[in-house]
Each structure stands twice: as C-alpha cells, then as structure tokens.
Nanobody
Framework: QVQLVESGGGLVQAGGSLSLSCAAS????????MAWFRQAPGKEREFVAA????????YYVDSVKGRFTISRGNAQDAMYLQMNSLKPEDTAVYYC???????????????????WGQGTQVTVSS
C-alpha cells in the first residue's frame, strides 16, 4: 500500500522560509512522478509543483515560480519543497502526491496524480 507522509509545516512570518518533506513507502518510487498540492480554507485544491519520474523536469504554478523549489531525494523515496519568500497567500494545507502510472510522460498535469498524504499545515503571518 502506498503511503505518503508530509512534514515540515509550521508558522512563519511573511518573507520567511520553510522546507517541506514527503516520505514515501509501500513501493519503489524511482519510476513515478511526484507533486505537491495545497488547499486553503474555502478554496479548491491547487496544483503547486511537480517533478518528473526521473527528476529531470519540474513544473510550478505561476504564483510560486522563483520562490519554491521541488526536489527528490537521492533514493527517490523522499520529496521536498523548499519555500522561500513566503506570503500570507501561501497559507494552506500542503499535500504530497504521486501517480499510479510508472514513468508517466504527463507528470506536469494535475490529473496525473491519485495518491495523497495527510497534509501538513503551513501558515504565513503578515
């Protein structure tokens, strides 16, 4: 069974930084794309960032470009989201996600993703 566990959320001031982690288990993840989503209160879940199955490509929603960096661990069973220059609008529950499709060529599309972690809360104060 695929399990994804997010960590690293917390409370930071605007302009600060946080680094989120996703620990994956239940299968090998080296051939699967991974992504971060977030959901703010009263809003639809948003596709934030994704990384290709081989780690060679990344995608970011326009609102986080230049501020967030997605990466994978060397063993490919961990994923990270480095968040810099945080804004209050970044406040949300952040979710780790992965696909059921091995070596997917559509890793940059939100409809590729199916598995989810429990989420970690990120709160950015002004």
């Amino acid at each position: 069974q695929v399990q994804l566990v997010e960590s690293g959320g917390g409370l930071v001031q605007a302009g600060g930084s946080l680094s989120l982690s996703c620990a994956a288990s239940g299968r090998a993840f080296n051939d699967y794309p991974m992504a971060w989503f977030r959901q703010a209160p009263g809003k639809e879940r948003e596709f934030v960032a994704a990384i290709a199955w081989n780690g060679a490509g990344t995608y970011y929603v326009d609102s986080v470009k230049g501020r967030f960096t997605i990466s994978r661990g060397n063993a490919q069973d961990a994923m990270y989201l480095q968040m810099n220059s945080l804004k209050p609008e970044d406040t949300a529950v952040y979710y780790c996600s992965t696909s059921t499709r091995r070596r997917s060529s559509n890793w940059f599309r939100p409809d590729e993703y199916a598995y989810w972690g429990q989420g970690t809360q990120v709160t950015v104060s002004s």
